[in-house]
């Protein structure tokens, strides 16, 4: 008997505990001071009530034998893969019901995906990001090429032509950057992919933050359904943190060694995964109604007045930062040449706000900082103003 001894390689994260340990010592310190947390990294607000209403109908379903549902699908209900097709369609994105997997959150698909292809592959990741890809894929044993980024490319990595890759993970809006790629950059990925063969696994957990006129689905991008799966998730959009819901799309032209990747996920998820709930998968579906889409939708507008007043705020002060239009994240250059834990710790022992010190995100994240919109406007609008008198 062998441990998997991949696991010998993940690097230890002990970033959030660092963060964790650091605010707890100053508050202990400093007992009258208030401590603002713009790192938080969770969805503050409470359901939409129709979401609410749509999940207590399910569970009264469960009361009766006559609508009393066991197993679901292992694919998801029809009728909530009808809602995300049609959902796509109201951005002008073309996809069938029947490519798209309802799964319990885009973290698991992030790295359950990996079961579908070799080990053998070269992973291609983004730096910063979401540090899940890496570590999913230490563990499966892949090898990992990093596609670096900075204030050059204003945090949008792009591809590299000599850098092989199988397999590129890519995430727009970004975590922790909040940077969105636009549709020219994205079709260069495409092309990339296409010209690799490689495969795409696009992230497009924050895409309901998007504003501008940016792409909310790979596949508005020519080619992308012959190299792209979308994952996305209902954490961030509507509030599903605790809830658990997302979706994985995978169309039907994805073919690789004389496989279809839909056969091969449906196969996948029909061994290891056995479902969302009935309940979870009706308030799902709520959240795609017209009303679900309002009340949504007035908790997006509320994360974007925070990151509204915190770009504001640093573009007054003429700090550069990424983010904060089509994203709840807001990424920032610290200033004075400090480093990532520099800053974190000048910013809580001077002003009490508590952030994201950028190296835990990657190595190219050293020197910047990130802040997020999920805390109350009045909490939000102190910690700028303390922000601002520390920085002016
Ligand atoms: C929060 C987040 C997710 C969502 O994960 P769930 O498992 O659906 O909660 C996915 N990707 C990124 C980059 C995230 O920040």
Redesign the pocket.
């Known amino acids: 008997m062998k441990i998997n001894e991949q696991f010998e390689k993940l690097v230890p994260n002990y970033l959030f505990a660092d963060v964790a340990g650091k605010t707890k010592a100053f508050m202990e310190t400093h007992p009258q001071q208030e401590v603002i947390r713009l790192g938080i990294?969770?969805v503050t607000l409470p359901l939409a009530p129709v979401v609410v209403d749509a999940m207590q109908q399910g569970c009264e379903d469960l009361r009766f034998q006559k609508t009393f549902k066991g197993y679901p699908e292992y694919e998801g209900y029809d009728f909530l893969r009808e809602s995300i097709a049609d959902y796509y369609k109201s951005f002008g994105v073309k996809i069938e019901p029947e490519e798209v997997f309802i799964?319990?959150?885009?973290?698991?698909?992030?790295g359950n995906i990996g079961d579908i292809f070799s080990k053998e592959n070269t992973v291609l990741i983004p730096d910063p990001?979401?540090p899940?890809y890496v570590d999913a894929n230490i563990m499966a044993g892949r090898k990992i090429v990093y596609a670096p980024s900075g204030q050059q490319e204003n945090f949008l990595a792009m591809p590299d032509p000599k850098v092989k890759a199988d397999i590129i993970y890519l995430?727009s809006p970004?975590?922790?950057t909040g940077a969105a790629y636009n549709a020219a950059q994205l079709k260069e990925w495409v092309d990339y992919a296409l010209e690799n063969d490689a495969i795409i696994l696009y992230?497009a957990?924050?895409e309901a933050f998007i504003r501008e006129d940016l792409p909310r689905s790979i596949y508005s991008i020519e080619g992308a359904r012959n190299c792209a799966i979308e994952?996305?998730?209902?954490?961030?959009t509507a509030g599903?943190?605790g809830v658990?819901?997302?979706y994985t799309v995978v169309p039907f032209e994805l073919v690789r060694g004389g496989k279809r990747l839909h056969d091969l996920w449906y196969r996948r998820q029909a061994t290891k995964f056995n479902g969302v709930s009935w309940a979870v998968q009706c308030a799902a579906n709520a959240v795609f109604t017209p009303e679900g889409q309002r009340q949504c939708r007035l908790n997006l507008d509320y994360y974007h007045e925070n990151a509204r007043m915190i770009a504001r705020t640093l573009d007054d002060l003429d700090i550069y930062y990424t983010g904060g239009k089509n994203s709840p994240y807001i990424w920032m250059k610290c200033p004075n040449g400090m480093s990532s834990w520099q800053f974190f710790d000048y910013l809580l022992e001077n002003a009490a706000v508590v952030g994201t010190p950028g190296e835990g995100f990657g190595s190219c994240g050293n020197g910047f900082f990130r802040l997020t919109s999920f805390n109350s406007h009045e909490k939000t609008a102190e910690a700028v103003e303390r922000i601002r008198r520390l920085l002016s």
């Open positions: 990294g969770d799964s319990d959150g885009a973290k698991s698909d992030c990001v979401y899940v995430c970004n975590n922790p992230d957990a924050y994952l996305c998730s209902l954490s961030k599903f943190t658990r819901c997302g």
